[in-house]
């Protein structure tokens, strides 16, 4: 497996953290999992609104059921060996003064990443999906209209590689990023 290389030094939990499809289908306890949201419980917000929300099922429950029918057929294939699945919703308003938050989803993200990069110092699998249905989601969850459907988490211990269909396992390794120059600009925009 190639190695990435960031362009500066940096903390390398960050450089080594990747979302791996493989997953042993193991159970998790709460001493394994609750970490995960602990970490995601620190994260920094506007106005400290802590507007994140996360609705978990383990496998084998009927709230795990409720969560993998909401995915594409694509990521049920390989989320069917999960622990868990997490539906990841904001609040978009603020609690104090129930104005529009527009960094919901900003500082969502942040409570997303420090669950990530939790996981992955333990050597979980933690893997943000798009690929469900949010509007159903919104649904099945009785979301008021202040919460915003953003992603769903599948969370699992490691798995083999072999386990996948070999279609996923061609592109079973970290991806690359983009470099510092088509993301980073001063002064002004460039496409």
Known sequence: MEKRKPTYPINKLIVERWSPRAMS??????DELMPLFEAARWAPSSYNG???RFIYGRRDTSHWDKLFELLVEGNKEWVVDASVLVLVISRNLFTHNGKPCQTHSFDTG??????????????????????????????????????TVEAMIAIGKKG????????????????????????????????
Not at 167 to 172: D, T
């Open 160 to 191: 083999k590689k072999e386990t996948l269909s070999e279609s996923l396992q061609k592109i079973e390794a970290p991806s690359n990023r983009l470099p510092l120059s088509q993301i980073v600009f001063e002064g002004n925009f460039k496409e």
């Open 25 to 30: 289908g193991e159970p998790m306890t709460d």
């Open 50 to 52: 802590q507007p994140w």
């Open 110 to 147: 942040s409570a997303w990443e420090n669950l990530a990069l939790e996981g992955a110092s333990r050597g979980l699998v933690v893997h943000g999906m798009q690929g469900f249905d949010y509007k159903e989601a919104k649904e099945v969850f009785e979301l008021p209209d202040h919460f």
